[in-house]
């Protein structure tokens, strides 16, 4: 009985963290289910941000149905903050937050033109069952929904003026800074 439970033991393989320590792998470890063994980049990049004892800590005072979520989190913070160590996630969550509040400023603008001429014209365009504009073939409105919402299709350039570097205001500049965040550069050169 004794050689069937070494030969157990033998065959278990430690997991990711308890290699990275170069320690013994005990079966009540902490660490065992959230970083296992075909993942050692995982547990280094979060014992290099945050620490191995810090980590214990941390799962050791929740709740096991939050451990893995725990350690999804840190593992991203960890990470992003290797690819960028003054922003971290923090920098694409600023990125995202940005383009939410100019799509909502971008949103408003168009339904504020929409409703100028939806008031002006009564019978010349009708707004179809999505609420988008449908005009008659014979009238062309010059509606302008991504300009700043100024008559005429002037943009208003007074909502450009707070606008940081680190925020571009074109679309396929915002897509190439994520796509560089993700794919692990950290060079935002706009």
Known sequence: MASSSS????????CAACKFLRRKCQPECVFAPYFPPD????????HKIFGASNVTKLLNELQPHQREDAVNSLAYEADMRLRDPVYGCVG???LLQH??????????????ELSKYQNLGGG???????????????H?????????????????HNHHLYHHQFFPRDQQQQQQI????????NNFGV
């Open 92 to 94: 694409v969550i600023s």
């Open 124 to 138: 010349i365009a009708s707004t179809n069952s999505y609420g988008l504009l449908a005009a008659g073939n014979q």
């Open 99 to 112: 383009q939410l509040r100019q799509l909502q400023l971008d949103l408003s603008c168009a339904k504020s």
């Open 39 to 46: 993942q050692p980049q995982k547990f280094a990049n979060v």
């Open 140 to 156: 062309n409105l010059g509606f302008n929904f991504m300009g700043g919402g100024g008559g005429g299709g002037r943009p208003d």
């Open 178 to 185: 994520i796509r560089r965040f993700e794919g692990g550069s």
């Open 7 to 14: 030969s157990s033991l033998s065959s278990y393989s430690p």
